[in-house]
Protein backbone atom coordinates (compact mmCIF):
# COMPACT_ATOMS: atom_id res chain seq x y z
CA UNK A 1 0.00 0.00 0.00
CA UNK A 2 1.17 3.38 -0.69
CA UNK A 3 0.71 6.66 1.59
CA UNK A 4 -1.76 9.39 1.28
CA UNK A 5 -0.99 11.81 -0.93
CA UNK A 6 -2.28 14.61 1.09
CA UNK A 7 -1.27 14.00 4.27
CA UNK A 8 1.25 10.58 3.98
CA UNK A 9 4.24 12.61 4.36
CA UNK A 10 2.89 14.33 7.40
CA UNK A 11 0.65 11.34 9.11
CA UNK A 12 1.91 8.40 7.19
CA UNK A 13 -1.30 7.31 6.39
CA UNK A 14 -1.79 4.70 4.04
CA UNK A 15 -4.46 5.40 1.26
CA UNK A 16 -7.53 4.23 1.05
CA UNK A 17 -9.00 5.76 -1.91
CA UNK A 18 -8.12 6.71 -5.39
CA UNK A 19 -9.95 9.40 -6.81
CA UNK A 20 -10.03 11.17 -9.83
CA UNK A 21 -10.84 14.71 -10.38
CA UNK A 22 -10.98 17.53 -12.68
CA UNK A 23 -11.26 17.63 -16.62
CA UNK A 24 -8.40 15.60 -17.30
CA UNK A 25 -8.59 12.89 -14.72
CA UNK A 26 -5.69 13.60 -12.49
CA UNK A 27 -5.82 10.77 -9.69
CA UNK A 28 -4.36 11.00 -6.10
CA UNK A 29 -4.75 8.47 -3.55
CA UNK A 30 -6.18 9.48 -0.51
CA UNK A 31 -7.03 8.38 3.18
CA UNK A 32 -10.29 8.08 4.37
CA UNK A 33 -9.86 11.23 6.40
CA UNK A 34 -8.75 13.00 3.45
CA UNK A 35 -11.35 11.82 1.34
CA UNK A 36 -14.46 12.98 3.87
CA UNK A 37 -12.31 16.24 4.03
CA UNK A 38 -12.58 16.73 0.38
CA UNK A 39 -15.75 15.89 0.24
CA UNK A 40 -17.01 18.39 2.85
CA UNK A 41 -14.99 21.09 1.33
CA UNK A 42 -17.32 20.40 -1.94
CA UNK A 43 -14.72 19.51 -3.91
CA UNK A 44 -16.01 17.99 -7.22
CA UNK A 45 -14.90 14.53 -7.72
CA UNK A 46 -15.08 12.22 -10.78
CA UNK A 47 -14.39 8.80 -9.59
CA UNK A 48 -13.87 7.79 -6.35
CA UNK A 49 -12.13 4.04 -6.08
CA UNK A 50 -11.77 1.95 -2.85
CA UNK A 51 -8.49 0.51 -2.81
CA UNK A 52 -7.80 -2.92 -1.77
CA UNK A 53 -6.49 -3.47 2.17
CA UNK A 54 -3.25 -4.28 1.91
CA UNK A 55 -1.56 -7.88 2.98
CA UNK A 56 1.63 -6.73 3.96
CA UNK A 57 1.66 -7.99 7.72
CA UNK A 58 4.16 -6.16 10.56
CA UNK A 59 6.26 -8.42 11.93
CA UNK A 60 7.54 -8.14 15.46
CA UNK A 61 10.43 -9.42 16.64
CA UNK A 62 10.41 -13.10 18.47
CA UNK A 63 11.93 -11.29 21.38
CA UNK A 64 9.89 -8.67 21.95
CA UNK A 65 7.35 -10.53 22.09
CA UNK A 66 8.88 -13.31 24.37
CA UNK A 67 11.33 -11.50 26.12
CA UNK A 68 9.61 -8.40 26.79
CA UNK A 69 8.02 -9.13 29.66
CA UNK A 70 10.87 -10.69 30.95
CA UNK A 71 13.17 -8.65 30.64
CA UNK A 72 11.14 -5.87 31.85
CA UNK A 73 11.21 -8.43 35.16
CA UNK A 74 14.85 -8.60 34.57
CA UNK A 75 15.39 -4.80 34.43
CA UNK A 76 13.39 -4.20 37.39
CA UNK A 77 15.26 -6.47 39.70
CA UNK A 78 18.48 -4.82 38.94
Known amino acids: MCRCGLCGPV ?3 EADFAVSF ?3 DR ?3 VCRWCE ?3 TLFGVRLNQ ?3 LEPSRH ?3 IPLRL ?3 GPVNTLLEAEA
Do not use: F, K, P, Y
Request: no cysteine.
Open 11 to 13: TSN
Open 22 to 24: GRD
Open 57 to 59: VRR
Open 65 to 67: VVL
Open 27 to 29: EVR
Open 48 to 50: VVR
Open 36 to 38: EDL
